[in-house]
């Protein structure tokens, strides 16, 4: 697309160019790639919090922010191989292909960091979620690493004792994070949501804040003091887990014990001592937001592995990572109102691929823009932001 508007862009890497820098970002370069990644992300929030008043917008979960609070999500996805590709494996969905391990913003959309894996590998795999986790904190500017309070959400692969065992000891370091992640329900949460009797349950509320009919609708318990203790040992102490259950949607697969209550059971496990269960559910299922960070990093760049080889592939993965957080810059600093929440695809078709020409004149270069596009002026206010943002410090 680029290559087409020569006047504007000046010359064009070729694709043939574009292959030979993917084939020799060793280790050692996407290393300092993603130092040069955190060090523009360290600008970016610096010029946010002078334009905006803070460095991050809050995350929202149920009609409330969560205020200075910054929050990590950690998921891994499968992507399709259509080919015979390096370490492409049949994936525990029954396709064939990749299955690398993300972590998002949810405060900025933000890519922080991924790992490019097996397709058969594990999804609750301790190691991959440490280091995961562990690239993205480094991403994140260090007054904002050691100077908010920290949120880690995962579904249940994330719920093992080695990772939230290493959650607990980034304490030690001056990282002030607490977890909310899945739980799984075997006999031993059966026998305690039995237990709970009919009054413990109190009701949860939906995406705006509004409280649910507990007799009839979803509700929210806690379970922690009658689960057995063997089904806590190894985990953080303050760990608790809570239970919600909902009618179930129809061709939901139940359980036998879901069956015979006509509820649809699900649990999560937080170190978080304080706030209403309900309000501690509603923040867990705000991780869902992730499946959307995922969907549009694949119309980024993330749905397709263009080598056969693994190591371009991983390359590859680092240039998705640039996109996603450059359209997340681009959508913080200098777009409002529609276009600020817009997906990929839309930012694509209404500013990113305008046809344009440059006029020189005056000592002075001109970007000539068609009047008659429908989103010019948003494009023209976007350069105009561009230009007003304060450089960086030093």
Same mark, same amino acid.
């Given at each position: 697309?680029?290559?087409?508007?020569?006047?504007?862009?000046?010359?064009?890497?070729?694709?043939?160019?574009?292959?030979?820098?993917?084939?020799?970002?060793?280790?050692?370069?996407?290393?300092?790639?993603?130092?040069?990644?955190?060090?523009?992300?360290?600008?970016?929030?610096?010029?946010?919090?002078?334009?905006?008043?803070?460095?991050?917008?809050?995350?929202?979960?149920?009609?409330?922010?969560?205020?200075?609070?910054?929050?990590?999500?950690? %998921?891994?996805?499968?992507?399709?191989?259509?080919? @015979?590709?390096?370490?492409?494996?049949?994936?525990?969905?029954?396709?064939?292909?990749?299955?690398?391990?993300?972590?998002?913003?949810?405060?900025?959309?933000?890519? #922080?960091?991924?790992?490019?894996?097996?397709?058969?590998?594990?999804?609750?795999?301790?190691?991959?979620?440490?280091?995961?986790?562990? %690239?993205?904190?480094?991403?994140?500017?260090?007054?904002?690493?050691?100077?908010? &309070?920290?949120?880690?959400?995962?579904?249940?692969?994330?719920?093992?004792?080695?990772?939230?065992?290493? #959650?607990?000891?980034?304490?030690?370091?001056?990282?002030?994070?607490?977890?909310?992640?899945?739980?799984?329900?075997?006999?031993?949460?059966?026998?305690?949501?039995?237990?709970?009797?009919?009054?413990?349950? /109190?009701?949860?509320?939906?995406?705006?804040?509004?409280?649910?009919?507990?007799?009839?609708?979803?509700?929210?318990?806690?379970?922690?003091?009658?689960?057995?203790?063997?089904?806590?040992?190894?985990?953080?102490?303050? /760990?608790?887990?809570?239970?919600?259950?909902?009618?179930?949607? !129809?061709?939901?697969?139940?359980?036998?014990?879901?069956?015979?209550?006509?509820?649809?059971?699900?649990?999560?496990?937080?170190?978080?001592?304080?706030?209403?269960?309900?309000? #501690?559910?509603?923040?867990?299922?705000?991780?869902?937001?992730? @499946?959307?960070?995922?969907?549009?990093?694949?119309?980024?760049?993330?749905?397709?592995? !263009?080598?056969?080889?693994?190591?371009?592939?991983?390359?590859?993965?680092?240039?998705?990572?640039?996109?996603?957080?450059?359209?997340?810059?681009?959508?913080?600093?200098?777009?409002?109102?529609?276009?600020?929440?817009?997906? !990929?695809? /839309?930012?694509?078709?209404?500013?990113?691929?305008?046809?344009?020409?440059?006029?020189?004149?005056?000592?002075?270069?001109?970007?000539?823009?068609?009047?008659?596009? &429908?989103?010019?002026?948003?494009?023209?206010?976007?350069?105009?932001?561009?230009?007003?943002? !304060?450089?960086?410090?030093?």
């Amino acid at each position: 697309m680029l290559a087409d508007q020569e006047a504007v862009f000046g010359a064009v890497a070729s694709g043939s160019t574009c292959w030979r820098l993917l084939d020799r970002l060793d280790e050692r370069a996407l290393a300092s790639i993603s130092a040069a990644r955190a060090r523009a992300r360290e600008v970016v929030w610096a010029q946010h919090a002078e334009t905006h008043g803070r460095a991050f917008a809050a995350s929202r979960v149920a009609g409330r922010d969560l205020g200075e609070t910054l929050v990590l999500d950690l %998921d891994a996805t499968s992507v399709v191989c259509h080919s @015979e590709k390096q370490q492409a494996a049949p994936t525990f969905k029954g396709s064939f292909g990749y299955h690398p391990m993300l972590a998002f913003c949810d405060n900025t959309g933000e890519f #922080l960091a991924g790992e490019l894996r097996r397709g058969n590998a594990g999804a609750n795999t301790a190691a991959d979620h440490i280091t995961v986790l562990d %690239d993205a904190l480094a991403q994140v500017p260090d007054s904002y690493r050691h100077g908010h &309070p920290i949120l880690i959400r995962a579904d249940t692969a994330g719920c093992t004792r080695a990772f939230l065992a290493h #959650l607990r000891g980034l304490r030690e370091q001056g990282v002030s994070c607490e977890f909310s992640v899945g739980w799984s329900i075997t006999d031993r949460e059966r026998a305690a949501i039995t237990a709970l009797g009919k009054r413990i349950w /109190t009701g949860a509320v939906d995406t705006d804040g509004e409280p649910r009919d507990p007799r009839d609708s979803a509700a929210v318990a806690e379970i922690t003091g009658l689960l057995p203790a063997a089904a806590l040992a190894g985990y953080p102490d303050g /760990t608790r887990v809570i239970v919600r259950r909902e009618r179930p949607h !129809p061709g939901a697969q139940l359980d036998l014990m879901e069956e015979r209550d006509g509820w649809r059971y699900t649990c999560l496990a937080t170190d978080t001592r304080a706030g209403q269960l309900a309000f #501690l559910d509603a923040r867990h299922r705000a991780h869902a937001r992730v @499946e959307d960070r995922i969907r549009t990093g694949k119309d980024t760049g993330l749905g397709h592995f !263009p080598s056969r080889d693994f190591a371009i592939n991983s390359a590859w993965l680092t240039v998705t990572m640039l996109a996603v957080d450059l359209l997340a810059w681009t959508q913080h600093l200098l777009l409002d109102g529609e276009l600020a929440k817009a997906e !990929p695809k /839309t930012l694509r078709y209404r500013l990113l691929h305008v046809a344009a020409r440059l006029a020189r004149g005056g000592r002075r270069v001109r970007v000539r823009i068609q009047r008659s596009w &429908p989103w010019a002026e948003e494009l023209t206010a976007a350069f105009g932001r561009l230009h007003a943002l !304060p450089g960086p410090a030093g």
